[in-house]
């Protein structure tokens, strides 16, 4: 079959090669190059014209299409592949992440202050004392030689009048700073945790140590200003240079409805230069399925393909919902075996707006990480189709972290789409068998697994959660080496090529695109990237040093390594210093 699928490109190519003159020349050439087509078979050449490959095949073949106005790219016999999709991530959060405090890489406690303590001065400098938010964070303890849990007390004195609220990395908890905790009205009083989340306090005081998990953040992020249309603008464009310059062409947002009007102002402005396919993440779907339904704008650059939804936190924080007790003394008091997310309790609640979205024709993204809430998930999943009758419906889960083994073969049976994160796996192999204990991790990561069991496994990042680096991703998904240099649940490692599919060719299937996206074939839409060295071939352990020297969207070429172009890392001013509301598991439903 991939064989048949190259010999028509090149079929195409032949019988088209000799009249170009009647049909027009290309826009866009590549020569000279490696093209891993997605397909089946390679080529070394491909042709372009508006937003369309016209041709693949040899140089000789393609170098027909050339006229005097097209543009020809010498690629030096660099590899070639379709353009990248991110299948998960917080578009823009993760620009406004890029001109905020990013205390990611911190190595211990003093270091963690004195990042803080600058970038508060900083702030304070550059508005003059303005009553401002200091916001940022994305730290992990876990690798330091001493990982305590942060506290208030460890920044209270470096910002006595600065409300602050930083978030851990996996944005399931935040660390606010007892300014920040008196304006939100929080103390050893009260208030009790809210549904679905939790206030941590000290065991002996009952004093709230500053750590607020999942839905108690919304207690204090709910007062931070939110930044302006204009704001949230800036950091899209700036979002999508940074995913370019990484070879993302497609993105699948997984965000709530605040930035959506800045997503419809940058496909008005013609100014996209990625594809978004978004799921809508509001608590209450039902409000807003006519809503989704009516949206004028759907096509190549941005449609509204669903909503996202959640069942629980995440293991870093000790909220993913499992169905045993965690084994350390992480996890919540009232919570030993994490939370189940406001919006799934009662599951049947959850599972109910699922019937409704999937009647409308509209794809549901489900977070889940524990054991646990995987399973639950699946039997709703189950249930939806037997409710609704059958029909190709591709819904999701995300993250699918932590399954039961006997679950792994239930994805490719109901036909629901592993959305997964190979990053989070270098990531969480540093602490997740100290979390759960050893025999636990069976169904841990599962890519091998999943594939080998026939599910759909679509790679994304979480940005920004951890790096969009596509490379990184891929290389964690191949070596199963973690942060930390150790090797991690080998078993469930892939190859490259299936990593890279798990990066173009899936998600394209994943937002049912796979007419257009995924693959270098002649007729779809020309999203193709140069990489810096042939991945395919390259020492597993160099493959996250693989760089995008061009990346193509559409026929145009929006990064160029090679003429100088270099990603923007953003203005460090304070319109990036306000955050748009949280993604609420418990408000209530959107005013449109």
Known sequence: MLKRSFLLAWLAV???????????????????????????????????????????????????????????????????IPGITDSHIHIVGGGLQLGRLNLRDVTSRDEFVEKVAAAVQAMRDETRGSDRWMLGGRWSVESWDAPSPPRKEWIDAVTPETPVFLERMDGHQGLANSVALRRAGIDREGPADPAGGVIERDAKTGEPTGILKDAAM??????????????????????????????????????????????????????????????????????????????????????????????????????????????????????????????????????????????????????????????????????????????????????????????????AELGVVASMQPLHKADDGRYAEGALGKGRLAGSYAFRSLMDSGALVAFGSDWPVVSCDPFKGMAAAVTAQTLDGKIWIREESITIEEALQAYTVNPAMAGHGESQLGTIEVGKLADMVILSQDILHVNPERIADTQAVMTIVGGKIVFDRLRGDEPDTGPKNQIFLQMPRRESHIVSSPDY
Not at 60 to 78: F, M
Not at 297 to 311: Q, R, T
Request: charge should be negative; include cysteine; proline fraction near 5%.
């Open 218 to 411: 919304d207690l204090v992020t709910d007062l931070v200003p939110p930044p302006s249309e204009d704001d949230l603008y800036t950091a899209l464009l700036l979002a999508m240079a940074h995913g370019n310059s990484l070879g993302i062409t497609s993105m699948h947002d997984v965000s709530g409805r605040e930035d959506l009007a800045a997503m419809f102002r940058a496909h008005r402005e013609g100014a996209l230069t990625v594809r978004i396919r978004k799921f809508l993440s509001v608590p209450n779907w039902i409000d807003v399925i006519d809503v989704v339904k009516g949206f004028e704008v759907n096509d190549a650059w941005l449609c509204v393909g669903g909503f996202k939804g959640y069942m629980d936190g995440s293991l870093g924080s000790r909220t993913a919902y499992m169905y045993r007790p965690y084994a350390d003394s992480g996890a919540p008091n009232n919570y030993p075996s994490g939370i189940l997310s406001e919006m799934a309790s009662p599951p049947k609640e959850l599972r109910y707006m699922m019937e409704q979205a999937d009647a409308a024709g509209l794809q549901c993204a489900v977070h889940a990480i524990g054991d646990e809430a995987n399973h639950i998930l699946l039997d709703a999943y189950a249930a939806v189709a037997r409710k609704n009758g059958p029909r190709d419906r591709r819904h999701r889960i995300e993250h699918a972290q932590h399954l039961f083994p006997e679950d792994v073969p239930r994805f």
């Open 14 to 80: 032949w019988a088209c090669g000799g009249c170009a003159g009647r049909l027009g020349v290309a826009d866009l050439v590549i020569v000279d190059a490696r093209v891993w087509t997605g397909a089946g078979g390679e080529a070394a050449a491909v042709a372009v014209r508006g937003e369309r490959i016209v041709a693949v095949g040899s140089d000789w073949q393609v170098r027909r299409w050339i006229g005097d106005e097209t543009e020809v790219v010498e690629a030096g016999g660099r590899r070639v």
